[in-house]
Structure formats: structure tokens, C-alpha cells
């Protein structure tokens, strides 16, 4: 009947329940270490308006069955010599807590792919850093899981080679790669489609090269950190925020700490909660924060938040990504303009592609991105295909079955609303349905004017050759039975205007293309 | 360029990201708190093998929209005044953490959902216990969310009414019980058939009540505590068992901390790690740890884990809740032995139901538990989703589209590898799927039998109708034909065992009803 109470530090927690960081199978979680060190490489090179180089090499452990040695080099910003044993081995320690968009979200992901190699081959990981392209820092690092600490097996700071400037990190994992090959090829394939900016290059543990050179030369604008949006403030937040505030009274509080709050809206949110703009922010009490917070709720004037820190893949990108991983017959994007849940602002694309080298199935092929990185695993528990097989009548778009029907989705938002640490399925939130909704009907719509055009073409062409297998006949027996010679019959189908479906049939094909 | 690092609490981690604990929309969240408080109350009963009786209250706050009071109190075993304050108000803080079977996993749910209440209401939770029926706790607390400590509002000391010993939560919330009454009710019903030794009542805010009276008065077996199996031990917790041990020399270690381990297979597995058997725990090196770990993995011939402290539902008892919910024309239940993934052992139950009130689908209704929790969020992330969808071909059981087919799993574990920290969705560990796909095999061959069955009976009933409608007929035209007495048909159909094919048929609809 003894209940014994514990405490567990957070790099225990995730230690014992690693399922939950992605961190599963040994095909899974070498996935999951790569995608993670990737994305920290790629947010590194953004950070500094760098047009990102990421290199990832996997080698086999001499002797050790099921043993990797993985290493991923970047050119970002680096990260300071005093802050690397914190940032690589404390679990909820890193840079990722800001209101911006990045890929990285839980500032967990370099941590735990470090920790998951500590646990199952008891080496410690090896992280290089230079900020400045001339002084480099070297650890070797382990985590102390019971006080979530780093251990520093050793340290080392000498000059850059050849004036490199980036973070290396390199450690040791057991790992099934002929069980997530496949599953790390697509991510590569589909991460150098939405960043046609970054060069991507992965050597394998039996030396094949896969290397994404980039095809634009123009870094993305850097993400930018905005003030929180009143919408989605609770009163933890709001505490914290009356608290560091500098602002001497509440109206220049509202105006200073929030985006889309001016003098006349902040007045009028006081008003609301019964507050003066002269009062002091340190000196509210309990029952006026709330108040405060209730007011933000009730309000219902604010304008939507700032899109401007958002980076969205981009139309053009997003068409030519797609055209060159399927060259399908049509393609059509739509992106809708910045929406936004609980302060969180937020851009939706979508995508349909048809034919080429889309298979045929009785289903839909999904291809889901967020902040620019491609979500493989669980999409059945993404808020994308609930929306494509719940919220849309494919048959109303004339889509037959089986098709050879792509669909993508792509969110870019300063939050992205993750259900698992893992990264891998987005939460249905009401907001985000909706956009999808429509920005994929709208894709429907257009998809549907296609398969129209085809059918009415392929109508045209069936009826030519009706017409051009029996009107020679019938000119033919009309002769024979007149006693006359045959006549031409060209003018008579010319008249009949069959060329004219078939030339206006292709006509409107091209200029589906170049609507798509 | 400048990139800000810092460390963020447990506490924080859970605030910014409460998503990934299940706590996404205002309906969602009231669905998790109630089942988070629900489950450690079970827990709480059965830990001191107490018949458990759950009361939750739901009441709409005075003047306030979408804000709700929740209270949930049972009789179970108690939290000591003492660790009140940390086990409600600190993540990551709790009693959850051993090797036995719990409905909670994390030691998150409770203080997950009183910081939900916390930061959507601003108001404090109020928490009392009793662990021995004479002197009870009051404490009003809130959560530190910076620092992820209790803040103690108000404590009293004063003795329990009516010798009532338990625990009772109650706090305010933010939520939408229009939008979950559904989800809610359906967690209380389908909690209560896996349960039938619990009494659950619930009060919704409307005043109407739901009262599932115990069916089973016999307590189920409580949880043990186990020692870890040798599979899935990795270099982590060796090093810390090695530390905590107080054997002398290995051998004795080896036997005293794991099961499964006598002192023939210590001495093997110390061979294959190249160390004596009279070595010192405390003196081993880091190669040394590493090398008994990787003899733990080449060792191969461990014993299965014990399934001791595993409670699954029981054929009867599931067999039971089907039929009192589903009232089916056919219910076929499997239960699986023992198995285990990476040293944890579990056991997986599978029934079929077929008929009754299940309405007739293109597909199937899917009833997943876990640990006697019902699962009923992200059901397509679910490893039970993937075996039936993918791993089953059902038109091999002759099961018709649309059918009345529901399929019904449920695992216990010491560790159910959940996916998600709102425990919805379990990873797909391959041992798993291949016993849930055995089980459900198993049941379809018995549907199949069943399927035939009522498929031969109809065919015998068609056969019959029509004799019976041509018979006579025949036997009329033949009679005037010859001029004779019409004869009496009856006799004929008795030969030709119309009547016996009809018996038999309901005859193997009996059978079946008992097999099932």
C-alpha cells in the first residue's frame, strides 16, 4: 500500500519515454537523429542570412553490429564556446523559445538525438563549433541524465580550418539504416525542394553520394522574433510580462509589449477591464491581471497578427519542386494570406498534382511540410489528411478511382502546433482546418476544370474518329449508289468543325499549364 | 546574427507546448483532465487493492463563459500531506515511475491539467487527502511555472469527514462540454466495461448524472513492482544499478537485480562479457559497463519477462462489456500469452463482435485500450490501426462492405510505448503488431465460421421457400392433372430434410453463441 514519490529531471523523462521524442525503433530514431541535426544546421545557416551547405556522412562502426557513426556539418552562425556543453547535452536548454518562425521548436531535438547514441553505445559525442571563422571550440561531451548536466569529457580550442565557420556534430548511434534508407531519401529529396537555397549533401555507409545543390542563390530573409499578439495571451504569460516590463504605465505597457495594440486600442481594452492607463504595471493585483487577460479575450477588435516574421515556401518554389520530382501533367498552387490561431500567425499552401509519374491509386498521395522541413511519419494523425479524406468530395472534382492524384500541404507559422515531440503529425486546430479546407478546394476546383477539359477533348477525339472511320464509308456507298465519283470529304468534317474541338481542346490545355 | 541561448523548467516546457500533452483545444482539454484525474484514482484504489468508487463533478463558474469547475474524488489510497504540494504542483514529479503496470505512465496528467486550469482561469486548485481515514490535508495550490514548484496558497490540517479516506481534486478550467460530452461519455462507458470491478459516477453541468455501478466485487490483483529484464537494459541504467547495488561481486548483482538471471545463466553471460563473477560492482570501468550491456544483447537466451504484475481484462469481462454495449449477434474474444519488446513484458487481448447495434460501415469501428484505459483519440496513429487496416485482408473472413464489424484490442503492459504524452496513440514496436495481428487472425477465422454458417442458413432458408412455395403447387397441377386427392405435402418435405437443414442451421448459431 506504499506509494513512493519521486522527482525525475526532464533529460530523465525523455530518456525513459523516448517513443514520444520519435525515438523508437533503431530504423526510426536514425531518421529521427538525422532530421533533427539537419534542421538545427539548416535554422544555423538561416539565422545568419547564410545560404546553407549541410553535409551528413554515416559510416558503420568498425566490428559493431547495427552501430553508425553519424556526422552533420554546417556553415550557420555557430554556437558561443561557453554555451556548447549546455546547448548539446542539457535537455530544455537552447535557443528555440522565441516568437519566430523556425524549424526547430522544442529546443530538444540535437539533445536527444546526442542522448539516444549515449544509451545505446555509451560514447560520447564530439561537437565542434567556430563563430567567428577563427577560433573553433572542441568537445567531447556525455549527459549526466539524473541532473541533466553536461559531462565534458574534454575540451579543446584552437584556430578554424580554412576560415570555416558553422558547428560540426558527430556522434556514435545504434541505428537500422536498411530499414530507414528509404524514409532519409525522401526527407533529403523533399527538404531540397522546399529550400532550393540550401546545397544538401548525404554520402551513405556504403559511399553512395546524394548530393542537392542549390538552385536559387538568394538566402530567404531571416526569420524575425515579433512581439506576442494579444490574442492567445494567458495570465501566466501576462504576469511574466508585467513583471520584466519597463514601461511606467499600462497604456504604454499594451502598446510596447504587444503587436497590433495603438494608443486607441490599448484605451479601450483598459476601459474594458476596468483598468486606468496611468496605473502602474508591477502594482496590479491578481484580480486586475485576470481582468486584463479576460479583457484580451472579450475584445475582439484586435487585427490579425503580423505575417511579416512568416517565410513560406513560395508559389514558384513549390510548382517547381513538385514538377521535378513527378513532371506531372497539372499542377496547381494556391497560397492563401496569413490567418492566425490563439496569436499565432500563420500562412497555409497546398498543392495538387495529376498524372506523370504520380502512381495510380484508389487514395491520394499526401506530401505534408512545416516551416520548410517534410513530415514523413504519422500522417493519418495530421490535421492535412484529416482534411483531404474528411473535408473534401474528391468526386465532386471529377477525380476518378484510382487516380494518379498528389497533395500537398505546407504551414509555415511562428508556432507550429505539433501533437508529439517528434515532430510528425499537426494538430487539428479549427483555424488551420479551415485554411486547408480552402485553399485545397480551390486546388479542386481547378484540378476539376482540367479533368473536364480532357473529357471534353477526349469526347472531341472519340467523335473524329467516328466521323473520320464512317463518313468515308458513307461518302463512299452514297457514291457508289448515285453512280458518282466520291467526293472530298475533308471540307465536309473541316465544316463540321471536329478540327476546330480538337485544336480548341489543346489550346485550352496549354493554358491550363500555364495556370498551374 | 546574435542567437540567445537559455534553459527552460519542465514546467515551461509543458506550458509552452501543451499541445503535445493532449491539451490543444478547450473541448480536448476537458476530456484529458477528466481521464488524467480519473486514471490516478483507479490507480490510487488498486494500488491498496481497494474496490475503487470515482465521483467527478463538472459545474459551469458563475457568470463566466466556457469555464468550468471540475472535481474528481475517490477512495483510494491516499497522497501524504507532505508530498501534496509537490505531487499536484510539480512537473515531473510523482509516483509513477516504477517497473509495474499504472494506467498513468508519465507522472505528468494530474499537474498537466491543473496547470491547464491554472493558466486558461488564473485561479488556484484545491486538493485534499486522506491516507488513513482519520486526518485530512487541505491545500490551495498553484504552479510556479518558471521555477516548476508549488506555490501554497493555504493548507489546513483538520480531521476527514466520515472516516473518508482519498483524494479529491478540484479546480477551475477553460473548456468546452458541448464539444466533448460525447468523447466524455463515451471514456466513462467503455471505462466502465474494462472495469467492472470500479463504480463510476459523473455529474455533468446540466444536473444529469451517469452512475456505472460495479459489476465485480472482487478487487483486481495490484500492480507489482519487478526487477528490469535483462533485455532492453542499456548503458544508462546499468551504470546507475551498478551504483545503487549492494551485492558484493557480480554474480550476486547480476542475480539479485534482474529477473530471468539464476546463477548458471550470470556465469554465461559474464563469460560472454569477458568479467569474473567475483569482480566488484563498484570497480568496473566504462568499457567494462559497456561490454556486460552488449553481452545482455548477444546473450539470446533470457527467459521472457515475468508476466507477474501484468492484469489484463479477461476474456469474460471483455466478452461481457461488448455484449452489455453492442448487444452483437456474435462476439469472439482472444486473449494472447505473455510476450514482451525491449524487456517489457505485455499481453494483448482481441475480440471481434458482429451484428446487434453496431452499424453497418464501409470499414470497422475500432475499440483500442491500454492498461484498462480506453483510447479514443488518433486512432489512425494507432499500431491496433495499422494491423487492421493494413495487416488484416477481412474479405478473407467473408466479411461483407458495408458489415456491422467491430474489432476491439487492448493491451497491458508495465510499459505501453505510447507515442504521444496525451497517451492516445501507441508505437508500432513490431512485437506488438505481430501479436495483435495474431490474436485478430485468430478472431476472424472464428467470425468466418460464423459467417459461413449464417450463410449456409440462408441458403437452406431460400431452398426452403422455395419448396414450400412450389410444393404445393406442383402437388395441386399434379393431383388435378391425374384427377386424384390433392396428397398431403408435408411428408415429402420432411424427406427431403428441409426441415432438418433448417435446424441444423439454428443449431450452429447456438454453438457459435456459446464459443463466442
Known sequence: MEVSFK?????????????????????RSLYMAIRELVENALDAAEAGRILPDVFVELVEEDGEKNVYRLRVVDNGVGVPGDKIPSAFATVLYGSKYGFKQSRGTFGLGGTMAILYGQITTNKPARVMSSTDGKTMYVYDLM??????????????????????????????LEADYP???????????????????????????????????????????????????PVGVDVEMMTRMLNETKARNLASFLTTSF???????????????????????KKLDHDQVTALVNAFKRYGKF???????????????????????????????????????????????AAIAYGGLIPAT?????????????????????????????????SNYKVPKPAPLAVFTSICSTKIPYKTVGKEAISDRPELERELTMALRECGRNLKLYL??????EAAAKRLSLYTKYLPMIAE?????????????????????????EQKASASEEQDREAG
Do not use: C
Not at 523523462?13 to 533503431?26: L, T, V
Not at 584552437?158 to 560540426?168: D, M, Q
Not at 499526401?366 to 468530395?393: H, M
Not at 457514291?479 to 478540327?499: E, H, V
Open 303 to 349: 487585427r490579425a497578427p503580423d505575417p511579416k516574421p512568416l517565410s513560406p515556401v513560395g508559389r514558384e518554389f513549390l510548382e517547381a519542386g513538385i514538377r521535378s520530382i513527378f513532371n506531372p501533367d497539372f499542377v496547381f498552387v494556391v497560397e492563401r494570406k496569413a490567418s492566425s490561431y490563439s496569436g499565432h500567425p500563420f500562412i497555409v499552401e
Open 477 to 501: 456507298f452514297a457514291a457508289k449508289a448515285a453512280d458518282m465519283r466520291k467526293p472530298d470529304i475533308r471540307p465536309l468534317l473541316k465544316k463540321m468543325g471536329i478540327q476546330e474541338i
Open 143 to 172: 549527459i549526466d541524465v539524473v541532473e541533466n548536466k553536461p559531462r565534458i569529457i574534454s575540451s579543446e580550442k584552437k584556430p578554424s580550418p580554412n576560415g570555416w565557420r558553422g558547428t560540426s556534430v558527430e556522434f556514435s
Open 179 to 229: 530499414g530507414s534508407r528509404a524514409k532519409i531519401l525522401d526527407y533529403f529529396k523533399h527538404t531540397a525542394v522546399v529550400n532550393p537555397h540550401a546545397t544538401l549533401t548525404f554520402i551513405d555507409s556504403r559511399g553512395r553520394l546524394y548530393h542537392y545543390p542549390r538552385t536559387v542563390e538568394k538566402p530567404p530573409e531571416p526569420p524575425v522574433e515579433t512581439l506576442p499578439h
Open 452 to 457: 473536364s477539359r480532357i473529357e471534353k477533348r
Open 7 to 27: 522527482a525525475i529531471s526532464p533529460s530523465e523523462f525523455f530518456y525513459k519515454n523516448r517513443d514520444i521524442a520519435g525515438f523508437s525503433s533503431p530504423a
Open 259 to 281: 503587436q497590433q495594440i495603438g494608443d486607441k486600442t490599448a484605451k479601450e481594452v483598459l476601459e474594458l477591464a476596468g483598468l486606468r492607463p496611468d496605473q502602474s504595471p
Open 362 to 394: 484508389e487514395t491520394f498521395q499526401l506530401y505534408r511540410f512545416a516551416n520548410k522541413i517534410p513530415l514523413l511519419y504519422d500522417e493519418r494523425a495530421d490535421v492535412a489528411w484529416k482534411v483531404v479524406e474528411e473535408k473534401i468530395d474528391w
